[in-house]
T-cell receptor, first 115, second 118 residues
Protein backbone atom coordinates (compact mmCIF):
# COMPACT_ATOMS: atom_id res chain seq x y z
CA UNK A 1 0.00 0.00 0.00
CA UNK A 2 0.88 3.66 -0.14
CA UNK A 3 3.59 4.90 2.25
CA UNK A 4 3.24 8.28 3.97
CA UNK A 5 6.28 9.76 5.68
CA UNK A 6 6.22 12.92 7.76
CA UNK A 7 9.22 14.92 8.88
CA UNK A 8 10.49 15.95 11.27
CA UNK A 9 8.97 13.62 13.86
CA UNK A 10 9.40 16.24 16.59
CA UNK A 11 9.75 19.99 16.51
CA UNK A 12 10.35 22.42 19.36
CA UNK A 13 9.79 26.08 18.56
CA UNK A 14 9.95 29.31 20.41
CA UNK A 15 6.85 31.46 20.18
CA UNK A 16 7.04 33.65 17.09
CA UNK A 17 9.20 31.30 15.05
CA UNK A 18 8.32 29.93 11.62
CA UNK A 19 8.44 26.26 10.64
CA UNK A 20 7.86 23.85 7.76
CA UNK A 21 6.44 20.35 8.09
CA UNK A 22 6.79 17.90 5.24
CA UNK A 23 4.72 14.96 4.01
CA UNK A 24 6.06 12.58 1.36
CA UNK A 25 3.86 9.92 -0.22
CA UNK A 26 4.85 6.99 -2.38
CA UNK A 27 2.02 6.94 -4.92
CA UNK A 28 -0.40 9.30 -6.62
CA UNK A 29 -3.27 10.58 -4.50
CA UNK A 30 -6.67 12.11 -5.10
CA UNK A 31 -7.15 13.49 -1.62
CA UNK A 32 -4.72 14.95 0.87
CA UNK A 33 -5.63 16.62 4.12
CA UNK A 34 -3.65 18.17 6.95
CA UNK A 35 -4.97 17.87 10.50
CA UNK A 36 -4.01 19.24 13.90
CA UNK A 37 -4.70 16.89 16.80
CA UNK A 38 -5.24 18.78 20.00
CA UNK A 39 -4.32 17.44 23.49
CA UNK A 40 -7.83 15.98 23.87
CA UNK A 41 -7.44 13.90 20.72
CA UNK A 42 -9.72 15.88 18.43
CA UNK A 43 -8.53 16.00 14.81
CA UNK A 44 -9.09 19.49 13.46
CA UNK A 45 -9.18 20.05 9.70
CA UNK A 46 -6.53 22.45 8.52
CA UNK A 47 -6.43 21.99 4.75
CA UNK A 48 -8.00 19.87 2.03
CA UNK A 49 -5.22 20.14 -0.54
CA UNK A 50 -4.71 17.35 -3.10
CA UNK A 51 -2.80 19.91 -5.20
CA UNK A 52 -1.90 23.57 -5.24
CA UNK A 53 -1.47 26.13 -2.49
CA UNK A 54 -3.84 27.40 0.18
CA UNK A 55 -3.53 29.85 3.02
CA UNK A 56 -5.55 30.30 6.18
CA UNK A 57 -4.25 32.96 8.54
CA UNK A 58 -0.81 32.02 9.82
CA UNK A 59 -0.97 28.60 8.19
CA UNK A 60 -0.42 27.73 4.56
CA UNK A 61 0.05 24.51 2.64
CA UNK A 62 1.40 23.46 -0.72
CA UNK A 63 1.02 20.11 -2.43
CA UNK A 64 3.12 19.20 -5.47
CA UNK A 65 1.25 16.11 -6.57
CA UNK A 66 3.60 15.27 -9.44
CA UNK A 67 6.54 15.13 -7.03
CA UNK A 68 4.50 13.43 -4.30
CA UNK A 69 4.96 15.77 -1.39
CA UNK A 70 3.11 18.36 0.62
CA UNK A 71 4.35 21.09 2.93
CA UNK A 72 2.63 22.79 5.84
CA UNK A 73 3.96 26.18 6.89
CA UNK A 74 3.38 27.66 10.32
CA UNK A 75 4.32 31.31 10.66
CA UNK A 76 4.63 33.35 13.87
CA UNK A 77 3.91 30.24 15.94
CA UNK A 78 1.85 30.48 19.11
CA UNK A 79 1.59 28.14 22.09
CA UNK A 80 -1.85 27.10 20.87
CA UNK A 81 -0.16 25.61 17.78
CA UNK A 82 1.26 22.85 19.96
CA UNK A 83 0.03 19.34 19.21
CA UNK A 84 0.46 16.67 16.59
CA UNK A 85 0.12 17.50 12.91
CA UNK A 86 -0.98 14.70 10.61
CA UNK A 87 -0.93 14.38 6.87
CA UNK A 88 -3.48 11.92 5.45
CA UNK A 89 -3.87 10.76 1.87
CA UNK A 90 -6.28 8.72 -0.23
CA UNK A 91 -4.38 6.90 -3.00
CA UNK A 92 -5.62 7.07 -6.57
CA UNK A 93 -6.88 3.72 -7.80
CA UNK A 94 -8.09 2.37 -11.05
CA UNK A 95 -11.21 1.10 -9.38
CA UNK A 96 -14.59 2.78 -9.04
CA UNK A 97 -15.21 5.82 -6.91
CA UNK A 98 -16.59 3.47 -4.25
CA UNK A 99 -12.98 2.69 -3.44
CA UNK A 100 -12.11 6.30 -2.82
CA UNK A 101 -12.31 6.88 0.84
CA UNK A 102 -9.92 5.41 3.30
CA UNK A 103 -7.15 7.61 4.54
CA UNK A 104 -3.59 6.46 5.02
CA UNK A 105 -2.14 8.64 7.76
CA UNK A 106 1.47 9.53 8.37
CA UNK A 107 2.97 9.06 11.82
CA UNK A 108 2.64 12.78 12.55
CA UNK A 109 4.89 15.61 13.65
CA UNK A 110 4.77 16.49 17.35
CA UNK A 111 5.08 20.27 17.68
CA UNK A 112 5.81 22.01 20.97
CA UNK A 113 5.76 25.81 21.03
CA UNK A 114 7.37 27.33 24.10
CA UNK A 115 6.61 30.83 25.44
CA UNK B 1 -24.67 21.80 11.96
CA UNK B 2 -22.84 20.68 15.08
CA UNK B 3 -20.24 18.48 13.43
CA UNK B 4 -19.55 14.80 14.00
CA UNK B 5 -20.44 13.56 17.47
CA UNK B 6 -19.44 10.37 19.26
CA UNK B 7 -20.72 8.69 22.37
CA UNK B 8 -19.42 7.83 24.87
CA UNK B 9 -16.25 9.92 25.03
CA UNK B 10 -14.60 7.49 27.41
CA UNK B 11 -15.24 3.84 28.17
CA UNK B 12 -13.50 1.64 30.71
CA UNK B 13 -14.36 -2.04 30.58
CA UNK B 14 -13.05 -5.36 31.78
CA UNK B 15 -11.52 -7.90 29.45
CA UNK B 16 -14.17 -10.14 27.92
CA UNK B 17 -16.99 -7.62 28.05
CA UNK B 18 -18.79 -6.27 24.99
CA UNK B 19 -18.82 -2.56 24.20
CA UNK B 20 -20.72 -0.45 21.68
CA UNK B 21 -19.87 3.01 20.41
CA UNK B 22 -22.08 5.41 18.50
CA UNK B 23 -21.23 7.98 15.84
CA UNK B 24 -23.55 10.67 14.49
CA UNK B 25 -22.13 12.17 11.28
CA UNK B 26 -22.73 15.62 9.83
CA UNK B 27 -26.33 15.44 8.71
CA UNK B 28 -25.93 15.76 4.94
CA UNK B 29 -22.87 13.49 4.72
CA UNK B 30 -23.42 10.16 3.01
CA UNK B 31 -20.05 8.58 3.88
CA UNK B 32 -19.03 7.49 7.36
CA UNK B 33 -15.66 6.08 8.45
CA UNK B 34 -14.26 4.38 11.53
CA UNK B 35 -10.56 4.63 12.44
CA UNK B 36 -8.53 3.40 15.41
CA UNK B 37 -5.61 5.26 16.93
CA UNK B 38 -3.15 3.87 19.46
CA UNK B 39 -0.74 5.96 21.48
CA UNK B 40 1.93 7.64 19.41
CA UNK B 41 0.54 6.46 16.08
CA UNK B 42 -1.57 7.94 13.33
CA UNK B 43 -5.15 6.74 12.97
CA UNK B 44 -5.68 3.47 11.06
CA UNK B 45 -8.67 2.83 8.83
CA UNK B 46 -11.18 0.21 10.04
CA UNK B 47 -14.25 0.45 7.82
CA UNK B 48 -16.51 2.79 5.91
CA UNK B 49 -20.10 3.15 4.77
CA UNK B 50 -21.72 4.90 1.89
CA UNK B 51 -25.27 5.49 3.06
CA UNK B 52 -26.20 2.19 4.73
CA UNK B 53 -23.84 0.01 2.70
CA UNK B 54 -20.57 -1.10 4.27
CA UNK B 55 -18.19 -0.82 1.32
CA UNK B 56 -14.83 -1.71 2.77
CA UNK B 57 -13.40 -3.37 5.86
CA UNK B 58 -9.78 -3.40 6.96
CA UNK B 59 -8.05 -6.61 7.90
CA UNK B 60 -7.64 -4.94 11.30
CA UNK B 61 -11.36 -5.53 11.81
CA UNK B 62 -11.39 -9.01 13.31
CA UNK B 63 -14.56 -11.06 13.65
CA UNK B 64 -15.02 -9.61 17.15
CA UNK B 65 -15.72 -6.22 15.57
CA UNK B 66 -18.95 -5.34 13.80
CA UNK B 67 -20.19 -2.03 12.46
CA UNK B 68 -23.62 -1.00 11.28
CA UNK B 69 -25.29 2.02 9.78
CA UNK B 70 -28.89 0.80 9.59
CA UNK B 71 -30.64 3.84 8.15
CA UNK B 72 -27.72 5.60 6.56
CA UNK B 73 -27.50 8.09 9.41
CA UNK B 74 -25.79 7.19 12.71
CA UNK B 75 -23.43 4.22 13.00
CA UNK B 76 -22.49 1.83 15.77
CA UNK B 77 -19.24 -0.05 16.29
CA UNK B 78 -19.42 -3.07 18.57
CA UNK B 79 -16.47 -4.97 19.99
CA UNK B 80 -17.26 -8.36 21.47
CA UNK B 81 -15.10 -10.14 24.06
CA UNK B 82 -12.78 -7.16 24.45
CA UNK B 83 -9.05 -7.72 24.83
CA UNK B 84 -6.42 -5.44 26.31
CA UNK B 85 -5.07 -4.87 22.80
CA UNK B 86 -8.34 -3.21 21.88
CA UNK B 87 -7.47 -0.24 24.11
CA UNK B 88 -7.29 2.73 21.77
CA UNK B 89 -9.03 5.87 20.59
CA UNK B 90 -11.84 5.06 18.16
CA UNK B 91 -12.48 7.89 15.73
CA UNK B 92 -15.40 8.44 13.44
CA UNK B 93 -15.36 10.69 10.38
CA UNK B 94 -17.88 11.68 7.74
CA UNK B 95 -17.74 13.14 4.27
CA UNK B 96 -19.92 13.99 1.32
CA UNK B 97 -19.64 12.85 -2.27
CA UNK B 98 -21.20 16.15 -3.18
CA UNK B 99 -21.31 18.03 -6.40
CA UNK B 100 -18.39 20.34 -5.66
CA UNK B 101 -15.25 18.47 -6.68
CA UNK B 102 -13.00 20.69 -4.61
CA UNK B 103 -14.59 19.39 -1.44
CA UNK B 104 -15.24 15.85 -2.64
CA UNK B 105 -14.67 13.45 0.20
CA UNK B 106 -13.16 15.98 2.60
CA UNK B 107 -13.37 14.11 5.90
CA UNK B 108 -14.40 15.65 9.22
CA UNK B 109 -13.65 13.86 12.46
CA UNK B 110 -15.54 13.50 15.70
CA UNK B 111 -13.93 13.85 19.15
CA UNK B 112 -13.35 10.10 19.47
CA UNK B 113 -14.15 7.44 22.06
CA UNK B 114 -11.24 6.45 24.24
CA UNK B 115 -11.50 2.77 25.22
CA UNK B 116 -9.54 1.27 28.09
CA UNK B 117 -9.71 -2.49 28.59
CA UNK B 118 -8.53 -3.64 32.03
Amino acid sequence: GIQVEQSPPDLILQEGANSTLRCNFSDSVNNLQWFHQNPWGQLINLFYIPSGTKQNGRLSATTVATERYSLLYISSSQTTDSGVYFCAVVPTTLMTTDSWGKFQFGAGTQVVVTP
Amino acid sequence: DTGVSQDPRHKITKRGQNVTFRCDPISEHNRLYWYRQTLGQGPEFLTYFQNEAQLEKSRLLSDRFSAERPKGSFSTLEIQRTEQGDSAMYLCASSSTGLTFSSYNEQFFGPGTRLTVL
